[in-house]
């Protein structure tokens, strides 16, 4: 692990954005195993919300996927792991209210949470498998509407 990511290990701790995520993990009944990088597998995780296939908490990365498959996509978990680091740098639990609100906005502008989402766009947006939307459809006709 490098420094920063040690950094970032200690300080999604102390923000207890990690802790939460590992709240989260053991209520929804997630198998936790060490990853790369100082970040945490969960695999096996069933709630309903959010409709992500992998979503972060700190350096918790929670995965729909099964114990063996989850984190095996380096494309995928280099987007979540970018989220751990903005965990990190909002501070912890505020970076929820941020990614709320940036999620809103992109909603406004392009009709989805993610395309216009800055925390989404810093972390990848093909990375973490959306489509860069930068135009929402409007009308039957199809036709958008600058973003």
């Known amino acids: 692990m490098t420094p920063a990511q040690r950094l970032r290990q200690i300080a999604n701790v102390l923000n207890l ?8 993990a053991a209520t929804s009944r997630s198998t936790v195993s060490h990853g790369p990088r100082g970040l945490l597998i969960a695999a096996g995780y069933t ?3 959010p409709h992500a296939g992998a979503f ?27 989220h751990s680091t903005q965990y990190a740098y909002c501070m912890g639990l505020p970076f929820l209210a941020a990614y709320g609100v940036a999620a809103g906005w992109s909603m406004l502008r392009s009709g989805n949470p993610a395309s216009r989402n800055f925390f989404e766009r810093q972390a990848g947006l093909v990375a973490g498998g959306y489509i860069g939307n930068h135009h929402r459809q409007d009308g039957p006709a199809g036709k958008g509407i600058e973003a």
């Open 17 to 24: 954005s990690t802790p939460l995520g590992l709240a989260v």
């Open 56 to 82: 972060t908490v700190g350096n918790v990365v929670l995965y729909r996927a099964p114990h063996g498959v989850a984190g095996t996509n380096t494309v995928l978990l280099g987007h979540e792991e970018r």
């Open 47 to 49: 709630w309903k919300l």
